[in-house]
């Protein structure tokens, strides 16, 4: 098993930045991609941005050049630093990580920005 806890979502205003962090505790050996998604109340569930193994990074065009994902192997760990953020990102995010292709979902942590 895999737990992955973020941390890091707060309410911050429209232009702002923050940095959610996202660890894996348990079995962490071999853990491959790690991802954040998002939802946003009454829409489904959305990918932000991923990180592969090799470090190959992926990102919804909504969020392109203003997130940016990143990881620590020797952490166990990702994070994503999100720049010049806007009302329309506020959601749950939450941090994915893909272990022998078993996803594991962490609870989440809100992010909130005001217009």
């Known amino acids: 098993q895999v737990q992955p806890v973020e941390s890091g979502g707060d309410l911050v205003q429209a232009g702002g930045s923050l940095r959610l962090s996202c660890v894996a505790s348990?079995?962490?050996?071999?853990?491959n991609t790690w991802a954040w998604h998002r939802q946003a109340p009454g829409k489904q569930r959305e990918l932000v941005?991923?990180?592969?193994?090799?470090?190959?990074?992926n990102y919804a065009d909504s969020v392109k050049g203003r997130f940016t994902i990143s990881r620590d192997n020797a952490k166990n760990a990702v994070y994503l630093e999100m720049n010049s953020l806007k009302s329309e990102d506020t959601a749950m995010y939450y941090c994915?990580?893909?272990?022998?292709?078993?996803?594991?979902w962490g609870q989440g942590t809100q992010v909130t920005v005001s217009s």
């Open positions: 348990g079995s962490t050996f071999r853990l």
């Open positions: 994915k990580v893909v272990r022998f292709g078993i996803p594991y």
């Open positions: 941005a991923q990180i592969s193994s090799s470090g190959i990074t």
